[in-house]
């Protein structure tokens, strides 16, 4: 009997779909961890910068949730995750007044 196999099961499509749904893992946990808080300076255009930037692939993470030093980290790996993904590019005096605007939010440092 000949039979044919689901176009799903001759392609390498299943592989890709567990890749997609273990990189969204990470984002999964981001967003269910996330407590409700309010964007500060909600109406500044640098908020209003950090929202629409940081906003597309995960929920907007809380300026206090990390120390300045941590942020700049972060967004460095932030930078790696735009650049290779086919979302807005973002030009670096913005992700300047992205840290600028953490900084003013920041979690106080501990030392
Ligand atoms: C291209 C999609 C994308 C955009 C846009 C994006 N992120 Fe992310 N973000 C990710 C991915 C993927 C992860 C999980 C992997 C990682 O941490 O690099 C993540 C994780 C995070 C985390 C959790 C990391 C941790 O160590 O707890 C924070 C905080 C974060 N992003 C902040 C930001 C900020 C701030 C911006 C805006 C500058 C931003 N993200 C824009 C994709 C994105």
Redesign the pocket.
Known sequence: MQYNLPAMMRSDRPIRLLFGLLSAL??AL?AGCMEPFEVPEATSADAQLYVR??S???AL?DPARMTYGQWVA??G??AQ??RS?N?PQVPDDEYQQ?LRYLQRHAKADAR
Do not use: G, K
């Open positions: 990470p984002l981001l930037r940081c597309l692939c995960h993470p972060v967004v790996r932030m995750n735009i993904q979302v992205i």
